[in-house]
């Protein structure tokens, strides 16, 4: 901070520098008014002028220097007259334009320019504390505005956060709802499925002299397995079915498949199995995974009309990535099992509903609607997920399975369970069948006879827990029936009465898989085969 001195005549200067001095004040003599005027600025708390220099200053410039402060700034100027004398006009004018000045005249008297001094000095502070208080709120502005930005930037990001939030909620509804009605319609079928299959067998076992009856059993037969891998894709949709788990391969099982994928595509079609590195086991339910692979195939070829390439990869993903944001709710180790076509794509509408049940583009009797659905309930049954990519090239199908703690794939598949079965371990069974629909509990009981078992009927839970239960051998029992408790839950009392009898369910649509939990029941899926059952009571047997 300095104090400018204009004093061109005489002493005047060095008098008043010398005064500056003695009060720790930095004067800043100046020899011209183009130095004095440019000594006007925000560092000069003070200006000094005689008149002789005033008349030598353009009123003008000294003005236009002033103007060039601050808002909060108003420099404080003595001016130096003689007071035995009329003030030159040219003084006069230059005081009149200049504003803050205070008139000290000559001779100096020690006291008045002490006054002076101190008067301009608490001034001229007075203005810093308004320039500091200035410069706080411009900070505090500044601050504010940035924290104003940096909330809108945070809300804008919670909006759209919760806005994705609530549509996914939307979305996990409304297919919760789809999901609920399509396990129902899927129940009900199934049980009439199960008449369909037994009433099948028993003609094709009565007619073994009757060759003619081959012909539309088998027909019959046919159409029921395809009713029942109708009705097994709607159960996977909606996630109300019991997985039986096995540690798996995919690498191994895939290339095993490859054959069957193969003949699935046609001539016209290539398949390629990529595997960039040795993939973890993951804990699935086989013949799903199956089902899953096979539909993915079926979809690539129905979109390659001319023909193209179709390309099965596997990779070991660790979740979270920034490079997956559809899986961003997954975390830990995962297996990814993703199908690329060389298709047209699809639209951006088309693949929001893609995995939708019944939803197709396919002409009319060209497809079911299911195929991605059951890719996707089987994916989250699994605590995985299923998602697409899809450009104008072509289409990428994603399936995303957990990884298993175990090191080695061991558990059996159900075709080695069927092929130990051991028909003659079922002679004399006594069996309690336990099944409230009545033609159902016709042909299980006709189809538990051709296999040498004896059958007890009882109609619903409640019924069966009064049975003498002491005196059977195997409990076979639906699991979704009328009374006081279902399946699962007498089963749970049985066991907890009879540990060591062995107990067997069966449904078309449980509703609550995971209340089978640990349970130590065998599980068989309706509609099911006289073999299928019978290789059920034989492992139910050897538990």
């Given at each position: 901070?300095?104090?400018?001195i204009?004093?061109?005549?005489?002493?005047?200067?060095d008098?008043?520098?010398?005064?500056?001095?003695?009060l720790?004040?930095?004067?800043?003599?100046?020899?011209?008014?183009?130095?004095?005027?440019?000594a006007?600025?925000?560092?000069?708390?003070?200006?000094?002028?005689?008149?002789?220099?005033?008349?030598?200053?353009?009123?003008?410039?000294?003005?236009?220097?002033?103007?060039?402060?601050?808002?909060?700034?108003?420099?404080?100027?003595?001016?130096?007259?003689?007071?035995?004398?009329l003030?030159?006009?040219?003084?006069?004018?230059?005081?009149?334009?200049?504003?803050?000045?205070?008139?000290?005249?000559?001779?100096?008297?020690?006291?008045?320019?002490?006054?002076?001094?101190?008067?301009?000095?608490?001034?001229?502070?007075?203005?810093?504390?308004?320039?500091?208080?200035?410069?706080?709120?411009?900070?505090?502005?500044?601050?504010?505005?940035?924290?104003?930005?940096?909330?809108?930037?945070?809300?804008?990001?919670?909006?759209?956060?919760?806005?994705?939030?609530?549509?996914?909620?939307?979305?996990?509804?409304?297919?919760?709802?789809?999901?609920?009605?399509?396990?129902?319609?899927?129940?009900?079928?199934?049980?009439?499925?199960?008449?369909?299959?037994?009433?099948?067998?028993?003609?094709?076992?009565?007619?073994?002299?009757?060759?003619?009856?081959?012909?539309?059993?088998?027909?019959?037969?046919?159409?029921?397995?395809?009713?029942?891998?109708?009705?097994?894709?709607?159960?996977?949709?909606?996630?109300?079915q019991?997985?039986?788990?096995?540690?798996?391969?995919?690498?191994?099982?895939?290339?095993?498949?490859?054959?069957?994928?193969?003949?699935?595509?046609?001539?016209?079609?290539?398949?390629?199995?990529?595997?960039?590195?040795?993939?973890?086991?993951?804990?699935?339910?086989?013949?799903?995974?199956?089902?899953?692979?096979?539909?993915?195939?079926?979809?690539?070829?129905?979109?390659?009309?001319?023909?193209?390439?179709?390309?099965l990869?596997?990779?070991?993903?660790?979740?979270?990535?920034?490079?997956?944001?559809?899986?961003?709710?997954?975390?830990?180790?995962?297996?990814?099992?993703?199908?690329?076509?060389?298709?047209?794509?699809?639209?951006?509408?088309v693949?929001?509903?893609?995995?939708?049940?019944?939803?197709?583009?396919?002409?009319?009797?060209?497809?079911?609607?299911?195929?991605?659905?059951?890719?996707?309930?089987?994916?989250?049954?699994?605590?995985?997920?299923?998602?697409?990519?899809?450009?104008?090239e072509?289409?990428?199908?994603?399936?995303?399975?957990?990884?298993?703690?175990?090191?080695?794939?061991?558990?059996?598949?159900?075709?080695?369970?069927?092929?130990?079965?051991?028909?003659?371990?079922?002679?004399?069974?006594?069996?309690?069948?336990?099944?409230?629909?009545?033609?159902?509990?016709?042909?299980?009981?006709?189809?538990?006879?051709?296999?040498?078992?004896?059958?007890?009927?009882?109609?619903?839970?409640?019924?069966?827990?009064?049975s003498?239960?002491?005196?059977?051998?195997?409990?076979?029992?639906?699991?979704?029936?009328?009374?006081?408790?279902?399946?699962?839950e007498?089963?749970?009392?049985?066991?907890?009465?009879?540990?060591?009898?062995?107990?067997?369910?069966?449904?078309?649509?449980?509703?609550?898989?995971?209340?089978?939990?640990?349970?130590?029941?065998?599980?068989?899926?309706?509609?099911?085969?006289?073999?299928?059952?019978?290789?059920?009571?034989?492992?139910?047997?050897?538990?």
């Open positions: 901070m300095h104090v400018a204009f004093a061109p005549v005489g002493r005047d200067a008098i008043l520098a010398t005064l500056l001095k003695l720790h004040l930095q004067p800043l003599i100046c020899t011209t008014c183009a130095d004095f005027t440019a006007l600025n925000e560092e000069a708390w003070l200006a000094i002028a005689t008149e002789e220099g005033l008349t030598r200053c353009s009123a003008d410039k000294l003005v236009q220097q002033l103007q060039r402060q601050p808002l909060w700034s108003n420099l404080p100027i003595l001016a130096l007259a003689d007071g035995n004398a003030l030159p006009g040219g003084a006069v004018t230059v005081i009149e334009r200049l504003g803050n000045v205070t008139l000290i005249t000559r001779p100096l008297r020690r006291e008045a320019l002490m006054l002076a001094l101190v008067s301009a000095h608490s001034n001229r502070q007075l203005q810093y504390q308004v320039r500091d208080q200035l410069a706080q709120l411009s900070a505090h502005a500044a601050e504010l505005e940035q924290r104003v930005d940096e909330r809108t930037v945070e809300l804008a990001r919670e909006i759209r956060e919760r806005r994705q939030v609530e549509t996914s909620l939307l979305e996990a509804r409304r297919l919760e709802s789809l999901g609920r009605l399509t396990g129902g319609v899927a129940h009900d079928f199934n049980n009439l499925l199960q008449v369909i299959v037994g009433a099948s067998h028993l003609v094709r076992m009565l007619g073994k002299d009757m060759p003619a009856l081959n012909k539309p059993v088998d027909s019959i037969l046919r159409a029921a397995d395809q009713g029942a891998r109708l009705t097994q894709q709607l159960l996977s949709f909606s996630r109300r019991p997985m039986q788990l096995s540690d798996v391969r995919l690498d191994e099982h895939l290339l095993s498949m490859a054959d069957l994928l193969r003949h699935s595509l046609g001539r016209d079609m290539t398949l390629k199995v990529e595997v960039a590195q040795t993939p973890w086991l993951v804990q699935t339910d086989l013949a799903q995974l199956e089902i899953a692979i096979l539909n993915l195939v079926v979809n690539a070829r129905d979109a390659m009309v001319a023909g193209g390439a179709v390309t990869s596997i990779a070991n993903l660790e979740l979270p990535d920034n490079d997956f944001p559809e899986l961003e709710a997954l975390k830990g180790r995962f297996v990814q099992i993703a199908l690329r076509d060389t298709g047209h794509g699809m639209s951006p509408a693949a929001r509903q893609a995995f939708e049940p019944f939803y197709t583009t396919k002409p009319l009797g060209k497809g079911t609607g299911l195929g991605l659905s059951q890719v996707y309930g089987y994916a989250h049954q699994s605590r995985g997920a299923a998602y697409l990519r899809s450009s104008p072509g289409t990428t199908v994603c399936i995303v399975l957990p990884a298993s703690a175990a090191t080695d794939a061991t558990g059996p598949t159900a075709a080695s369970d069927e092929a130990r079965v051991a028909p003659e371990a079922l002679a004399g069974l006594k069996v309690l069948c336990v099944e409230d629909d009545i033609f159902v509990a016709e042909y299980a009981t006709e189809m538990l006879a051709s296999l040498g078992c004896r059958v007890c009927i009882a109609h619903d839970a409640d019924q069966a827990m009064l003498p239960l002491d005196q059977i051998d195997l409990v076979f029992s639906d699991v979704r029936m009328p009374g006081s408790i279902d399946g699962v007498m089963a749970k009392q049985i066991l907890a009465r009879h540990p060591a009898l062995p107990v067997i369910l069966t449904s078309g649509f449980i509703g609550e898989p995971e209340r089978l939990g640990n349970l130590p029941v065998q599980f068989v899926r309706k509609p099911y085969t006289p073999s299928v059952l019978a290789a059920t009571l034989s492992a139910g047997l050897a538990r």
